[in-house]
């Protein structure tokens, strides 16, 4: 069974750190590339970060681009965020998605972890 778990969420401070963390289990993780979604209320999922298979590339939404990093260590199959310089409008769930489009299209999601940047 495909199992993506993410953990690290909670309530931070307007400028604080917060990492998160997604396992990965039931699929070849390496094949994957892996990405960090979050939705807020009110608002459409927004892709944050992705990195592609082996996590020579990466990519960030401009929101985050300087103050989030992603990661991923495949021989743990886990995949990181680490958000820096946290604001309000960082406040999310945040969801972690597994993807690859050869030979099929397949997408795996976790089921999310509330962030929460607050005074």
């Known amino acids: 069974q495909v199992q993506l778990v993410e953990s690290g969420g909670g309530l931070v401070r307007p400028g604080g750190s917060l990492r998160l963390s997604c396992a990965a289990s039931g699929f070849n993780f390496s094949t994957f590339a892996m990405s960090w979604y979050r939705q807020a209320p009110g608002k459409e999922r927004e892709l944050v970060a992705v990195i592609s298979r082996a996590g020579a590339t990466t990519d960030y939404a401009d929101s985050v681009m300087g103050r989030f990093t992603i990661s991923r260590d495949n021989a743990k199959n886990t995949v990181y965020l680490q958000m820096k310089s946290l604001k309000p409008e960082d406040t999310a769930v945040y969801y972690c998605?597994?993807?690859?489009?050869?030979?099929?299209?397949?997408?795996?999601w976790g089921q999310g972890t509330q962030v929460t940047v607050s005074s």
């Open positions: 998605n597994a993807r690859r489009l050869w030979p099929k299209d397949y997408a795996y």
